[in-house]
């Protein structure tokens, strides 16, 4: 996990609209790799995707994530409590909800930590706050 130094003297307006791209991107309006270049991405958790991860394997984790709704990324939908930004940092405060393709309810509470440069993302934390009950299944 890459953390990057406070940087005030960056745009903060740069940073929050990365944010909010992502933010889109995770919501199943597209898959957000034009936001990220040499990035350093962890997912907090102990499931096969969870840890250090590479933005290759970051979209496919995204894309099968989204094969295992219900309606896909249409059947996904997002509520953001918060974005805050400040300099080269911001974080994400959001809700995703969905109904798995075996009927189960899905509803993850999300915070994401981001850093970023040049109007990219260079490292990006994902914590969850449910993960004991979150059971995706294994890429195909």
């Not at 903060?12 to 995770?26: C, M, P």
């Not at 996904?76 to 309810?105: C, F, Q, V, Y």
């Not at 993850?108 to 009950?133: N, P, T």
Request: proline content about 1%; overall charge negative.
């Amino acid at each position: 996990m890459n953390i990057s130094s406070h940087d005030s003297a960056a745009s903060t307006a740069e940073t929050r609209a990365a944010a909010e791209a992502l933010a889109a991107a995770l919501r199943g309006e597209g898959d957000g790799t034009d936001l990220f270049e040499d990035a350093s991405i962890w997912v907090a958790g102990s499931y096969w995707w969870s840890g250090d991860l590479q933005p290759d394997k970051a979209a496919r984790v995204q894309a099968q994530f989204h094969r295992c709704l219900s309606g896909g990324a249409d059947g996904l939908t997002s509520e953001i409590h918060s974005i805050l930004a400040d300099g080269n940092k911001a974080a994400i405060e959001m809700r995703l909800s969905g109904i798995w393709k075996d009927g189960r309810p899905f509803t993850k509470d999300l915070h994401i930590a981001i850093d970023v440069s040049g109007g990219q993302i260079v490292s990006y934390r994902e914590y969850g706050f449910d993960d004991a009950f979150f059971a995706l299944e294994v890429e195909e």
